[in-house]
Structure formats: C-alpha cells, structure tokens
C-alpha cells in the first residue's frame, strides 16, 4: 500500500513548483505539496521547521527531511520546554543518526529558550513571526522559479531582529527559507496546483 502512494505521487502528473518536479523522492513531493509554504500558527511546529532549516545551511534539504524523525526523537518532539530545559547536547554528537553539527545542535537549545523569552513577551512563538508582516502572507506571484531570491528585504529585517533576540544560525538566507516554509512568504509558482493561494485547483 505505501509503495502504491509513493508511486501515485511520482506519477500522478500534477503541475508542482519546479523546484520539486524534477525530483524522484517522494519525501520531498510530499512536504511540497502537503507543507511548503503553508500558513504555519502552531509554535512547536514553527519551532521545527526554525530548527530544520538552520541544519540545511551548508546541506541539502533532501538530507535533513530524510533525518527529520531522527532529530524528532532527539529533540522531544521539538517541545519547545523540554528542549529549552536541556542542560547537555554531548549524548546527540553520539547519535549518527542525525546531523551532529555540535554548533547547529546548540543553536537548537538556544533557541529552543529564545523561543520562551518571546512567548513571555508575544504570548507565543506564532505572534512573534507573523507580527513582522501583519499576520498575513506576502505572495510574491511567482511565474519562474528562477524570480525567487536567496533572500529579500524582509529576511534581512527578521533576521537582524532575531539576532537582537538571541537567535542563532537565522542569517537572512535561512530565514528566507523559513518565511517560505511557514507560509510567511508564499513562493509557491501560480500555475502551482499546491499554491495556497490557488482556491480552485484540481488536487
């Protein structure tokens, strides 16, 4: 049966951003078309997604999707409480089964309590983000993949802010990627039958 979905997925011939179209990995036609770009309110899931992308920097988004349970069980599930409550990371540099980036790995506990300084102040991680653009999603109308920048005026600003906020590996251009993940910023292509934006398109 799981084989059958995972085919379908390969060939079920729907119009996808091209930046997933010319992959064979059901992984990653699955978290396009079921979480990409996406409106994301739920703190423990922003708080993954925040966490994933910092150990992209440097590797491939293939790899760390392929890790993301891996680094689910590490990682209390991404509870933010639990994660900001951890006093040591030297049993996650003996787990090969995720990315053992001793500096990425701290950056998970820092900003796992980062996290909770802001939700005393926002009363939650989902406030904070979508304050930046005012609760509502930037759609860039994207018609070639090849429009979609690195980074932009808003990831710089989120980015500096982040940073003042005791943030740590959400340089402009992770946090680029982030705003894409999370909804923040709608990259998805128009012609894209996952596009969120698109209300009538056959899925």
């Known amino acids: ?29 699955a ?7 996406r409106p994301s309110h739920n703190d423990r899931d922003l708080f ?7 150990y992209q920097a440097g590797l491939s988004w293939e790899i760390v999707l392929k890790k993301r ?21 030297e049993p996650l540099l003996l787990d090969s089964s995720i990315i053992r980036n001793r500096l990425k790995l ?18 939650s991680f989902d406030n904070y983000v979508w304050h930046f653009v005012d609760g509502q999603t930037i759609d860039h109308h994207i018609e070639n993949m090849a429009d979609i920048p690195a980074q932009n005026q808003l990831s710089q600003i989120v980015a500096k802010r982040m940073k003042q906020d005791g943030f740590k590996f959400t340089g402009p251009v992770t946090i680029y990627s982030y705003l894409q993940a999370v909804g923040v910023i709608n990259d ?10 698109q209300e009538n398109g056959e899925r």
């Open 1 to 29: 049966m799981v084989d059958k979905q995972l085919n379908n997925l390969l060939t079920d011939k729907k119009h996808r951003c091209h930046w997933v179209t010319g992959s064979a990995l059901p992984i990653m036609i």
């Open 31 to 37: 978290y396009h078309d079921e979480e990409w770009g």
């Open 48 to 54: 993954e997604l925040l966490s994933l992308e910092t």
């Open 69 to 89: 349970d891996a680094f689910r069980h590490a990682f209390f599930n991404f509870d933010i409480a639990k994660v900001a409550a951890m006093q040591s990371i």
């Open 106 to 123: 701290a950056a998970t506990v820092n900003n796992a309590r980062a996290i909770v300084k802001i939700q005393q102040t926002y009363a």
């Open 188 to 197: 998805h292509e128009v012609g894209c039958v996952f596009n969120p934006d």
